[in-house]
């Protein structure tokens, strides 16, 4: 099982719609999550991160830790086409030196 | 200029030819990584280095070797490239204590 699992997608949404964005993980010694987006002949960017369980906002983005079920969530509103780019979710390894991360979620935001 | 830049950023060679990525810094991070991102797999580490003297193997270090020639440059290179290599090659930094990762805009690499 591979540390980090997210739905590759593709992804197809009207603009203006909520986006959810799915990861389930399956070690968590360190409790720090990341999402980061990848437009396309790019280098991933981080795009938000959190510490721990509950919701974490950022303008149009919320970040979302359920321990509990060891799920990840990102939430979009108002979803952009300038929002069309690869998703990846990712976590700090057991040693808290390495990023682990997820295949990516492909989302297309159709104007 | 990009904080983290990768040469060559396309790259086609053939079978058995050895080949060097290159991936310079400015950020003054001490961490650099190499990633490797395919379809259906994401990223995944192939090595990683936390200071000038210090290498290690990542995920898929097999067929790789890396060169850390100072803190900011760290190099890749596939001795006998195969077609299974064909990816898309990152390197990316990180601060030591900070647990963000910069990327840089990535090699393609085609092995034919």
């Known amino acids: 099982q591979k540390e980090v699992e997210q739905d590759p997608g593709p992804l197809s949404v009207p603009e203006g719609a909520i986006v959810s964005l799915n990861c389930t993980y399956s070690?968590?010694?360190?409790?720090?999550f990341m999402w980061y987006r990848q437009y396309s002949r790019k280098g991933p960017e981080l795009l938000m991160y959190?510490?721990?369980?509950g919701n974490k906002e950022d303008g149009r983005f919320t970040a979302q830790v359920d321990k509990s079920s060891k799920y990840i969530s990102l939430f979009i509103r108002d979803s952009q086409p300038s929002d069309s780019a690869t998703y990846l979710c990712?976590?700090?390894?057991?040693?808290?030196?390495?990023?682990?991360f997820g295949p990516g979620t492909r989302l297309s935001v159709l104007p | 200029d990009a904080d983290v830049t990768q040469t060559p950023r396309n790259r086609i060679t053939k079978t058995g030819k050895r080949i060097m990525l290159e991936c310079s810094q400015t950020?003054?991070?001490?961490?650099m990584y190499w990633y490797r991102q395919d379809p259906g797999l994401g990223l995944r580490l192939i090595y990683y280095?936390?200071?000038?003297?210090?290498?290690n193997k990542g995920e898929i270090s097999d067929g790789y070797s890396v060169s850390r020639q100072a803190q900011a440059k760290f190099s890749l290179s596939l001795e006998s490239a195969i077609p299974n290599q064909t990816a898309l090659y990152f390197c990316?930094?990180?601060?030591?204590?900070?647990?963000?990762?910069?990327f840089g805009q990535g090699t393609r690499l085609t092995v034919v």
């Open positions: 990316a930094t990180s601060e030591s204590g900070m647990a963000e990762a910069f």
């Open positions: 070690n968590s010694a360190f409790q720090y």
């Open positions: 959190t510490y721990s369980s």
């Open positions: 990712a976590k700090l390894d057991n040693y808290g030196q390495n990023f682990v």
């Open positions: 950020k003054g991070h001490d961490r």
């Open positions: 280095s936390f200071d000038v003297k210090d290498i």
